[in-house]
């Protein structure tokens, strides 16, 4: 499916408004995707709720917003109850993201930096993959997607076909259908996705390309490191005046509803042309929340690549020569930028939790209402059983 056809039907608005379940820490009202780790070859790891890296173990059921990375050798496979599987190579980092689906809550993810093989068996609605550059719909798919040293990022079709989307920092976006045997790179942020045959057939081919990507811009980082310092300002702006978009939304939703409460069963043509007007607010949050889930993929990415950088850049110390000093104090002046946007994001996303909480609460009795036949399309109740605790299928 299209992504930019979401908001032709109500299955696909369902699957992109959850978006907003998942940034707001929703519990699901259907039943949940589980993701479990199934095997761990060390060192790996999973940061804890409160923040510290804590050594991955199988058996291991991870929540929502949890990130998972690998260290050198490192090796993690992660199995979800569907069937569905994902390959945590060398060096990779990503954060598990649960989508609300029609049927269940489905796992996506973002890639920060490394290389996932991902098997997805269900069909039932387009998952998602967040990396810096790209976002990528997938169904009943085999592929691989990565990201480089450099930042470029990389998907790679098997079987199946995915969707890649291209979004710049001003929201412009270019997109292209990849079917079995293609792939593409994307290297920046906005730029024209161009499909061709695929030639990342093994993770052998994926580390010979990631070492001479990074062997091509050690040279580099004297001048790329400064740009990257710019870009965390930028990133942190954007993602700020984003935030700051969402109240306007949930006010007009509130608005729409409170006067269909006031209607009741009067002027049926009005109470449709208010629920078009909730759909539209509703729909304009779940892509501004997919952009937050990009930019902040972008934000995370700079720090994670200086950190892998601060402890590569060494070996690379005779090829640098006098500039290898200015590269790694470039870089600890990042990792300093890291510990003081960090906190600066965590209380954003706390605000537009609260912000979305309406939000959040109309969409549970909008999807009670369908599942029980309880909306004739004119009315929904404004409680059910157990409205605050969520439900699990049967």
Do not use: C
């Amino acid at each position: 499916m299209r992504l930019h056809s979401l908001v032709s039907s109500f299955r696909p608005y369902i699957a992109l408004v959850a978006l907003l379940f998942a940034l707001a820490g929703a519990s699901p009202v259907l039943a949940a995707t589980t993701a479990t780790v199934v095997e761990v070859v060390q060192p790996a790891y999973v940061q804890s709720s409160s923040g510290e890296d804590k050594p991955l173990e199988p058996g291991l059921v991870l929540g929502p917003g949890r990130t998972v990375s690998t260290g050198a050798g490192g090796h993690a496979v992660i199995e979800l109850d569907d069937g569905s599987t994902l390959v945590l190579h060398e060096e990779t980092s990503i954060e598990l993201n649960h989508v609300l689906t029609h049927e269940q809550e489905a796992v996506s993810f973002s890639l920060f930096l490394g290389h996932v093989s991902a098997t997805i068996r269900g069909l039932s609605s387009p998952d998602l993959v967040v990396t810096p550059t790209m976002v990528i719909g997938i169904r009943g798919t085999e592929f691989t997607v990565s990201v480089a040293d450099d930042g470029a990022s990389i998907v790679s079709v098997t079987e199946g076909e995915v969707e890649a989307t291209s979004h710049s920092l001003t929201g412009a976006s270019n997109e292209a259908v990849l079917m079995g045997g293609q792939e593409a790179w994307v290297e920046n942020a906005g730029d024209t996705i161009a499909p061709h045959e695929r030639r990342m057939l093994s993770y052998e081919d994926w580390s010979r390309e990631r070492r001479a990507r990074l062997e091509a811009v050690i040279p580099l980082l004297p001048e790329i490191l400064p740009k990257a310092q710019e870009g965390i300002d930028t990133l942190t702006t954007r993602i700020e005046e984003l935030a700051a978009e969402f109240p306007a939304h949930v006010q007009a939703i509130q608005a729409y509803e409170q006067e269909i409460i006031a209607l009741g069963d009067s002027r049926p043509a009005r109470r449709r042309a208010l629920r078009a007007g909730i759909f539209k607010e509703t729909v304009a949050i779940g892509f501004k929340v997919l952009r937050l889930r990009v930019l902040g993929a972008a934000l995370r990415t700079i720090f994670i690549r200086a950190n892998r950088l601060s402890h590569v850049a060494p070996q690379y110390q005779d090829q640098l020569g006098e500039e290898y000093e200015g590269v790694m104090a470039a870089l600890e002046t990042i990792l300093a930028q890291k510990a003081e946007v960090k906190p600066r994001m965590e209380s954003l996303v706390q605000e537009v939790k609260t912000t979305l909480e309406p939000v959040k609460r109309y969409l549970k009795r909008l999807q009670h209402a369908r599942e029980h036949g309880l909306m004739n399309g004119e009315h929904i109740p404004q409680d059910f059983p157990g409205q605050g605790q969520g439900r699990s299928s049967q």
